[in-house]
């Protein structure tokens, strides 16, 4: 079975531009769970989705959104990038057991 | 709101010694969980164990261990006869729900095992 895979795995990009960061849940998972971890401020809960739906948001401006697709991957989508947005974006399928690798993005 | 408190940063032991790691956690409700992860150099996040708040009971999952304990908040994990895979840091989190949703996690250890 395979794991909950995101893609791409680094990311760079300049101040102001848009960010797309995905995931693909484990299958058969209807939910997916984003999380930032950013030097100096720690695993932070971003976003949950389910069934298609934003079930739940983290303490995150309203530039970071996303969305879920009929087939329940999901991507994250980051506006008008700032430095501090540079990070380990992490997803997480279903229930807390299993999380992706990961997308390092920098923002230069 | 929710707190987790990881006081130690870093820890350094020689293989085979036994190293505990504390976690502190802070909330007002009486139903939560807790969670403790192991993030390797390659960065994803490996799921060790996760307790809710009304078992109290302590673990053992072959060298991994934890002790749970309400009456200080806390819930500290102990890794015996270390080896140098286990070298990692280590994640506490606490959340209202069971599952990934609104994970709150410390700040984490910096485990070093030294062969």
């Known amino acids: 079975e395979a794991g909950v895979t995101q893609s791409p795995t680094h990311l760079i990009k300049t101040r102001g531009q848009q960010a797309t960061l995905r995931c693909s849940p484990i299958s058969g998972h209807t939910s997916v769970y984003w999380y930032q971890q950013a030097l100096g401020l720690g695993l932070q809960f971003l976003l949950w989705?389910?069934?298609?739906?934003?079930?739940n948001r983290g303490n995150f401006p309203p530039r970071f959104s996303g969305r879920q697709f009929p087939n329940y991957s999901s991507e994250l989508n980051v506006n008008a990038l700032e430095l501090e947005d540079s990070a380990l974006y992490l997803c997480?399928?279903?229930?807390?057991?299993?999380f992706g690798p990961g997308t390092r993005l920098t923002v230069t | 709101a929710q707190k987790v408190t990881q006081a130690q940063t870093e820890i350094s032991v020689v293989e085979k010694e036994d190293v505990t790691l504390d976690c502190v956690y802070e909330t007002r409700d009486t139903t939560y969980y807790l969670f403790w992860y192991k993030q390797p150099p390659s960065g994803e996040l490996v799921f060790l164990i996760r307790r809710n708040s009304f078992d109290e009971q302590n673990e053992i999952s072959g060298r991994y261990s934890w002790n749970f304990q309400k009456s200080t908040s806390s819930f500290n994990f102990t890794i015996t006869a270390s080896q140098v895979v286990d070298s990692a840091v280590y994640f506490c989190?606490?959340?209202?729900?069971?599952?990934?949703?609104?994970?709150?996690f410390g700040t984490g250890t910096r485990l070093t095992v030294i062969p």
């Open positions: 989190a606490l959340s209202l729900y069971a599952g990934a949703n609104n994970l709150f």
């Open positions: 997480a399928s279903s229930d807390e057991q299993y």
């Open positions: 989705y389910d069934e298609g739906e934003e079930r």
